[in-house]
DNA sequence: CGTGTTGTTCAGTT
DNA sequence: TAACTGAACAACAC
C-alpha cells in the first residue's frame, strides 16, 4: 500500500493527535525495530510528546520533545490510531501507548518498519539520499531530475533519489492518465510529453495526497488494475501486463501506444 | 508446491 | 560510471 498518498495519510494520523505523551511502547515483534533494541525504544520514547509529522516521499519523520521516530512502511505498513478498547490486530508489531489512545505501528511482511534518532534532523544515515518530494514539484525540476537517468521513464519516476514519493501503482496511474508508455526512455520523450507528464504528475498526486490513499474509483487504473480481464476506464480497451524496471506496470495499449522505434 | 505482491538494497553483470 | 537483473528480506493469498 504504502506510496506518497498512503504516507501523506500516515502523516495526517499523527497531525490530529500531536501533543500526545507517549506513556509506554510495547514491542510485539522486535523484527520491525531496526537502528536500536526494543528496550532502547521504549526508554527513549517513554515521557515524550509527539510532535507535527514530517513526510519526505515514503518516509514519515516523527519529532518529539526527545528523539525522533522514523518510519518506512514498506509494502504493507500502516499507522492506526485506537482510541477505544479495540483488540490488537495480529499484524500489530509496535504499540505506542499514550495518554490519549495507542499508535499503532501494523506491517504483515515487515520488510521496512521502525528507526530512531537523535532529533529530526539527524536522519541522514537512516533515510539514505532521497530527491524531492514529488507533490508540488516545479515542471522545470520535474523533468531535469528524470530526463537525466538514460533509462525507461517508469524507471526514472520509481528511482527514489531523483523523485521521491511515487511507487508502482501511482507510476502506472500517471503514466496512464499522461498517455506515455511506462517503457519509453526517457530521451524519447517530448517537451509536449514532459508538461503532460508533470501535468497528469500533479493531478494524481494532488488527489491522491488528499485523500490518503491511491483512489480506486471507476475512473482511476488503480481501481480496474487487479481486476481479471482489466480494461481501460478511458478507452475500454484490454489492459497489458508487462514487466517494466522489474515490476508489473499496467498500460493501455490504445492510450499508451508503445515505443515505435 | 508454485506464483505474485503498492518497497528497498545489494551482488553481479552488461 | 550507469543501468539492468535477480535475489533477498517476510508473510500471505491464490
New binding site residues.
Given amino acids: 500500500?504504502?506510496?506518497l498518498a498512503?504516507v501523506e495519510g500516515f502523516r495526517r494520523v499523527i497531525d490530529s493527535v500531536a501533543g500526545s505523551e507517549i506513556r509506554r511502547v510495547e514491542v510485539l515483534?522486535a523484527?520491525v525495530v531496526h537502528n536500536v533494541s526494543a528496550r532502547r525504544l521504549e526508554s527513549s520514547m517513554r515521557g515524550h510528546r509527539l510532535g507535527k509529522a514530517v513526510r519526505t516521499?515514503?518516509?514519515l519523520v516523527v519529532p518529539t520533545d526527545g528523539p525522533a521516530l522514523i518510519f518506512?512502511?514498506?509494502?504493507?505498513g500502516s499507522l492506526k490510531w485506537i482510541d477505544d478498547k479495540s483488540e490488537r490486530h495480529?499484524?500489530d508489531r509496535v504499540v505506542f501507548v499514550t495518554n490519549h489512545g495507542e499508535l499503532r505501528y501494523r506491517d504483515?511482511?515487515?520488510?521496512?518498519g521502525v528507526f530512531v534518532a537523535k532529533d529530526a534532523h539527524a536522519i541522514g544515515g537512516i533515510v539514505?539520499r532521497l530527491g524531492p518530494d514529488a507533490l508540488d514539484i516545479g515542471a522545470s525540476d520535474f523533468r531535469s531530475r528524470l530526463e537525466?537517468?538514460?533509462?525507461?521513464i517508469k524507471?526514472a519516476m520509481?528511482d527514489?533519489r531523483r523523485l521521491?514519493g511515487?511507487?508502482?501503482?501511482?507510476t502506472d496511474e500517471i503514466l496512464w492518465r499522461a498517455h506515455i508508455h511506462p517503457a519509453k526512455t526517457t530521451k524519447a520523450i517530448d517537451d509536449g510529453q514532459w508538461r503532460a507528464l508533470h501535468r497528469a504528475s500533479q493531478s494524481v498526486l494532488h488527489t491522491a495526497a488528499r485523500a490518503g490513499?491511491?483512489p480506486r474509483g471507476p475512473r482511476w487504473l488503480s481501481g480496474v488494475?487487479?481486476d481479471d480481464d482489466a480494461r481501460c476506464p478511458r478507452c475500454g480497451a484490454g489492459l497489458k501486463?508487462t514487466?517494466v524496471?522489474?515490476?508489473?506496470a499496467v498500460w493501455c495499449p490504445v492510450c499508451q501506444r508503445p515505443a515505435t522505434s
Wanted: aromatic share 4%.
Fill in positions: 500500500m504504502p506510496e498512503d515483534d523484527g516521499g515514503k518516509w518506512h512502511f514498506g509494502m504493507t495480529r499484524h504483515q511482511r515487515k520488510l521496512q539514505g537525466t537517468k538514460r533509462s525507461s524507471s520509481m527514489q521521491a511515487l511507487g508502482n501503482l501511482l490513499h491511491t488494475r487487479s501486463r514487466k524496471a522489474g515490476r508489473t
